[in-house]
């Protein structure tokens, strides 16, 4: 390990996320602090259904915008089942449930200053329900776009959700492997 930890104190909490301050011993010696925001594992789904695709759209304080992006989430709990969480949030932010859910890989959110992972999955055989969104999400919206649009979108930075480019990326990967492996 090339950082060790001296000593950590939490300086921040709320029901989403804790920010801890640590104070660090770097390997060539030097000491220093390390703030870090802990946060429980969260997932981001796909819904797929032919050639079109699910966005969810609400307002995102934190660059004072509407934004697009796949549905994704936590349940603020560390022990969660990835394909619960994210069956549940695709209920949630999207009313359809599915009826396959494959799993295509783990993901860190910002591993820069955040420890949270996020599990992505494709979502497909979707079947229409109620949502239930959460009280910060009152103001989602339910897109469905055909693929060529939803790409155009990331390339006009229409989407600029790095977790929606970076699943977008997996699933690409992922498509690509199921050509070869089905050849």
Known sequence: ????TLSSRE????????????????????????????KDPCCIVIPLEGDHLYLVEQFRYTVQRRCKEFPQGGWEMAGVNPEELARGELREETGFSARRMVYLGELQV???????????????????????????????ELHRVSVAEF?????????????TVAAWGLYRLWLSRQSVTQS
């Not at 979108?153 to 977790?163: A, R, V, Y």
């Open 1 to 4: 390990m090339s950082i060790k």
């Open 11 to 38: 300086v921040y909490r709320n029901p989403w996320l804790r920010v801890r301050e640590d104070a660090i011993e770097r390997s060539n010696g030097t000491q220093g602090i390390y703030g870090v925001v802990d």
């Open 110 to 140: 910002a591993y820069g200053i955040m420890n949270q992972k996020q599990y992505v999955y494709l979502a497909s055989g979707l079947e229409g329900g109620t949502r239930a969104p959460d009280p910060e999400e009152h103001d989602l």
């Open 151 to 163: 790409e155009q979108m990331l390339l006009d930075n229409t989407i600029i959700d790095m977790c």
